[in-house]
């Protein structure tokens, strides 16, 4: 047997020593008798994207959860069942505070619908600063292996590859079980559907700065559009590194999803929220993910790699892509809570 398999072999008959002697309670116990019912729980990674939210709707109870980021220590709520919480930026806020939400059990999550709404980097041969992208699948950029691209061998377009691979063009065996996931595609295509007409804010630096592309979408106003997102806690920036990341979507999709948006956290954010439906306390699906775009993840013509990463701000995409969480959004969420008695057990027909 080869030994680096030893390592994986002993963690999966540690996984499932671990599953088979949890408590029957840790599983599947309901929610605390007196727990609020949530129609929607809007999610944001850090401050500006929670506060256009608060900007434009009543969060007029707090409820302080333990666990919570420190930054972020209480779930705001609306008098008619809208919920947003702040999980702090990165993988590990996002999971541990997502899981702390949902096994403090202070709100019954059983028939909430679940809105991941953050901003992202974006690929110019699918959007431009500002757009608002529904996702599909939800990739994890973090597991793979990486060489220095300076030691790959040279018919490798660069130094990554998947885990347990031999080449960066094979799919790698799926032992993590959160390298990529796929959502609901009714409430995809319902969120598409009431966000399409959304007026999307921009603005003159935006404007300028993509007009330094030759080529469409980049060059053109935001729009929402559907493609897919890709989680992973190093940004990146450049034409290699962002061919692969349209490979490795690719790759892990079979061929189906496109990617479009880089993030820190959805994978993380969405793994927690698994475990709870699991334990039977929530409905995967009932997840939507929307990314609006801040940056463009590689340079126009006659611009540095370097300087697209260091330079980001300058590409005047941050308040569009913040505003534009509410604007390509809040359809849904108006939706959803608008017309519960349609919504409430499960995605209604169009």
Request: hydrophobic content about 40%; some cysteine.
């Amino acid at each position: 047997m080869p030994q680096r398999l030893i390592p994986r072999l002993l963690s999966f008959a540690l996984t499932a020593t671990l599953a088979l002697t949890a408590p029957a309670e840790a599983r599947t116990q309901p929610a605390a008798r007196h727990a609020q019912p949530v129609k929607v729980l809007i999610i944001s990674m850090f401050g500006p994207e929670a506060q256009v939210w608060h900007d434009h709707l009543r969060f007029d109870r707090k409820v302080a959860i333990p666990g919570l980021s420190p930054d972020y220590p209480a779930v705001g709520c609306t008098s008619d069942g809208i919920c947003q919480m702040t999980t702090g930026m990165g993988h590990a806020n996002a999971a541990a505070s997502v899981a702390a939400l949902i096994w403090s059990r202070q709100f019954d999550l059983s028939r909430t619908y679940f809105l991941i709404a953050g901003i992202a980097g974006i690929d110019p041969q699918q959007g431009t600063v500002g757009s608002a992208a529904w996702a599909r699948y939800l990739v994890d950029f973090g597991i793979q292996w990486e060489l220095d691209a300076r030691e790959a061998p040279a018919d490798w377009q660069g130094g990554y590859l998947g885990i347990n691979t031999k080449s960066p063009t094979e799919k790698p065996p799926l032992d993590y079980r959160t390298e990529v996931f796929q959502l609901n595609e009714a409430l995809l295509q319902r969120a598409i559907t009431l966000s399409k007409g959304a007026e999307l804010v921009d603005s003159k630096e935006a404007a300028a700065f993509r007009a330094r592309y030759n080529y469409a979408p980049a060059n053109q106003p935001p729009a929402v559009i559907q493609c897919d997102t890709l989680a992973g806690d190093t940004w990146f920036s450049g034409t290699r590194l962002g061919q692969r990341a349209r490979d490795f979507t690719k790759i892990m999709t079979d061929g189906k999803g496109t990617y479009c948006t880089t993030q820190q956290e959805d994978n993380a954010t969405y793994e927690a929220l698994k475990r709870g439906a699991a334990a039977g306390l929530l409905d995967l699906n009932r997840i939507a993910d929307l990314r609006t775009a801040s940056d463009f993840d590689r340079p126009p013509q006659g611009m540095s790699d370097v300087d697209n990463l260091l330079k980001y701000q300058e590409q005047g995409g941050f308040v569009p892509a913040v505003q534009n969480l509410y604007r390509a959004g809040y359809p849904l969420v108006h939706a959803i809570v608008s017309d519960w008695p349609h919504w409430k057990d499960g995605v209604p027909t169009q």
